[in-house]
């Protein structure tokens, strides 16, 4: 699975949107981006994923350039419950391939 | 629909004893993944099993650790012998057979701590 760089931490203004970059310069064709987000240690939450169209949920957005070489996870109305470690991972889906995590963003919400 | 369930949630150990960790995953859910998470870092993959089967445990350490997923009951960790070097957080996730996104989801942990 290809290697993704995140920036170790951000600050986000409560109720604003905040924007979070991966870059996974390395990722092959049929690998798909997934993002997970870890509140306080507690289990990871699935957030998100998409393989090449921008992709929307009810918790966030996903827009991954054209090139797949990099994407942005988006969270429209940021607010203090998101505060958490984003984890932005590539790999192909197939059931049984387990998810690498590396160390995330946390993310911080001010208010 | 329950989530997946973990416990204990807090376990504590000296040296030598066994430590046994329980997973139950979501309703429906025939995969379950261990992974173990060290203070200050990520996840790290340890196990993937299907019921009665062990499909991958590349991420397992050699000796000491087992897990298993029997065909009624939740899947089980155990670490024989436990080390200092064991206390961290545990953590389990289930996945669907037939699930066309492959997520998964993750129980609460369960944090050992080795004295």
């Known amino acids: 699975d290809a290697k993704t760089t995140q920036p170790p931490s951000m600050d986000c203004a409560e109720g604003r949107a905040a924007n979070l970059p991966c870059n996974h310069s390395?990722?092959?064709?049929?690998?798909?981006v997934y993002w997970y987000r870890q509140i306080h240690s507690q289990g990871p939450q699935y957030i998100i994923h998409?393989?090449?169209n921008n992709e929307t949920n009810e918790m966030a957005s996903l827009i991954i350039t054209e090139d797949r070489k990099s994407s942005t996870l988006i969270l429209p109305h940021a607010t203090l419950r998101d505060t958490a470690v984003y984890y932005c991972?590539?790999?192909?889906?197939?059931?049984?391939?387990?998810?690498?995590f590396g160390t995330g963003t946390s993310l911080t919400v001010i208010p | 629909n329950a989530g997946v369930m973990q416990n204990p949630r807090h376990l504590v150990r000296r040296r030598g004893q066994e430590a046994r960790l329980r997973c139950s995953p979501m309703?429906?859910?025939?995969?379950v993944y261990w992974y173990r998470q060290l203070p200050e870092e990520g996840l790290k993959f340890m196990v993937y099993?299907?019921?009665?089967?062990?499909?991958?445990e590349s991420g397992m350490p050699k000796e000491r650790f087992s897990a298993e997923f029997p065909k009624e009951g939740p899947s089980i960790l155990r670490i024989q012998q436990v080390v200092r070097g064991d206390s961290a957080a545990y953590f389990c996730?289930?996945?669907?057979?037939?699930?066309?996104?492959?997520?998964?989801?993750f129980g609460p942990g369960t944090r050992l701590t080795v004295t």
């Open positions: 996730a289930s996945s669907h057979l037939s699930s066309t996104t492959y997520e998964q989801y």
């Open positions: 390395t990722i092959s064709g049929n690998e798909y």
């Open positions: 991972i590539v790999r192909v889906q197939e059931t049984g391939n387990q998810f690498y």
């Open positions: 099993l299907q019921k009665e089967n062990i499909i991958d």
């Open positions: 998409g393989l090449k």
């Open positions: 309703k429906g859910h025939s995969h």
